[in-house]
């Protein structure tokens, strides 16, 4: 039984880790062209650009 649960944690693991890897070289890469464009966007969108993510969201949900 604790080889299951051990495996289960190690698939767990080797999904997430790559998916928040990404997600933080997205921010940065975003973060990065905003300061260089001097535009609104990560660069002025809430505590360090983090409400960028939650307005691109809901942009793209009510979008056609």
Do not use: C
């Amino acid at each position: 039984m604790a080889e299951v649960v051990r495996d289960i944690v190690h698939v767990l693991v080797m999904l997430l880790v790559p998916l928040i890897i990404a997600g933080g070289l997205v921010w940065a890469e975003r973060r990065l062209l905003a300061v260089l464009q001097d535009r609104q966007g990560p660069n002025r969108v809430g505590p360090v650009g983090l409400l960028q993510v939650l307005a691109d969201t809901v942009k793209y949900s009510f979008d056609e």
